[in-house]
């Protein structure tokens, strides 16, 4: 019998001896049901690159008061992944954090105080697990699953009962994963900021999650799209996805004029600025009149120069930093997702135990949308 097999047996024998405790009176249980049940779960341990990156054995416990305890079973990676795990994300964090931030799985115990939910229900949450609804705040950050608080890449995860959000029958688990970060961040430009309507046209920069997820939301909304890659093939297959417009920006560094001669002059309605402040400039000179700029990448860094921004005056063009959404947005996309049957594209699935590939896969750049690591 093979050691991932072993592994998987024993956790699942800990889950249902757990569960039924769990499921036992409260007046039954003279300590914590899930006292004898132990998990695997990653931590960065020193947040030095993806070799930091272990796999540790630890103690299970009940959730709390206002918990859920999830076992997970599709979680996402995102781009902030990678520079957490090499230290180059907000402030250091605490060697046993639990990374990522985006994931699904099946509820196995909820907590004093918490209704609505029971062992059984298939859920995900937002990362930012305080906002449930209405506008940013920057306290939200305090609260960010896999990043300022543990994450998904664990078998088991503990979750505010306030933040989960059931799935709809139709989604799987891998599909409300993919979902995640990259999805609300689309969402978010595309329908809170763009009030996107079907004929617009809506410009993405690279083919990573954020894009190929916002190409396939603006196709869902009816809506034409232009993308940028460096890759022909990855062209070829944004092509396939739906994107009607593509520019490979290396063949043609001001891309912003191939976009506008393929709208006819009249340029784009919608841009979704994964890169940056880098080609900031050449995104707005690609828009429309009254167009709306989503700003949210910092793969471009931070250029010498600051970019022209006189042409907002003259075209009118809103521009907006974005930092992903709400639970109530997190919601409305997996509706509409759901409702209209998109599959967002997954370029690879990685099994638990090689969570390093996975994180080395994407590092490496050569996906298209999202990477994902599945626990079964």
């Not at 078998?155 to 994963?177: D, G, H, N």
């Not at 896969?361 to 050569?366: D, E, I, S, Y």
Request: glycine share 10%; net charge neutral.
């Amino acid at each position: 019998m093979s050691s991932k097999t072993t592994r998987r047996k024993a956790l699942a024998g800990g889950l249902a001896v757990a569960a039924a405790a769990a499921a036992a009176p409260q007046a039954a249980r003279a300590r914590d049901a899930w006292a004898d049940t132990t998990y695997q779960r990653y931590e960065l341990a020193g947040q030095r690159g993806i070799a930091s990156l272990q796999r540790n054995r630890r103690q299970a416990r009940s959730p709390g008061t206002g918990e859920v305890l999830v076992r997970m079973r599709a979680a996402a990676l995102n781009y902030r992944d990678l520079l957490l795990a090499a230290g180059q994300y907000g402030e250091p964090q605490p060697a046993e954090r639990v990374p990522l931030s985006d994931g699904a799985g099946e509820v196995l115990a909820v907590g004093d105080g918490v209704t609505g939910l029971a062992p059984g229900d298939r859920v995900t949450a937002p990362h930012f697990l305080d906002w449930l609804a209405g506008d940013f705040s920057p306290a939200i950050f305090a609260n960010d699953a896999g990043i300022t608080t543990d994450g998904w890449l664990s078998e088991l995860v503990w979750l505010p009962a306030r933040s989960v959000v059931r799935l709809p029958e139709r989604l799987s688990f891998e599909t409300a994963a993919a979902l995640g970060v990259a999805g609300i961040t689309a969402w978010r430009v595309l329908q809170t900021l763009g009030q996107i309507k079907a004929g617009d046209t809506v410009l993405t920069l690279g083919t990573g999650g954020v894009s190929i997820m916002a190409l396939q939301i603006a196709r869902m909304n009816g809506a034409r799209v232009a993308i940028t890659s460096s890759s022909d093939d990855k062209l070829a297959l944004a092509r396939d996805l739906g994107a009607e417009i593509t520019v490979n920006y290396r063949q043609e560094p001001e891309w912003q004029n191939a976009v506008r001669a393929a709208t006819g002059g009249r340029g784009v309605d919608i841009v979704v600025e994964t890169v940056g402040v880098a080609t900031l400039e050449q995104s707005i000179a690609a828009c429309a009149p009254n167009a709306r700029v989503g700003l949210l990448g910092v793969l471009g860094g931070i250029p010498e120069q600051f970019p022209n921004l006189l042409p907002l005056y003259g075209n009118n063009i809103h521009l907006q930093g974005i930092t992903s959404g709400s639970r109530a947005m997190h919601a409305n996309l997996l509706e509409a997702a759901s409702v209209n049957q998109l599959e967002p594209y997954v370029d690879k699935v990685f099994d638990f135990a090689d969570a390093q590939s996975a994180y080395a896969h994407l590092k490496a750049a050569g996906h298209v949308g999202k990477v994902l690591i599945t626990s079964r």
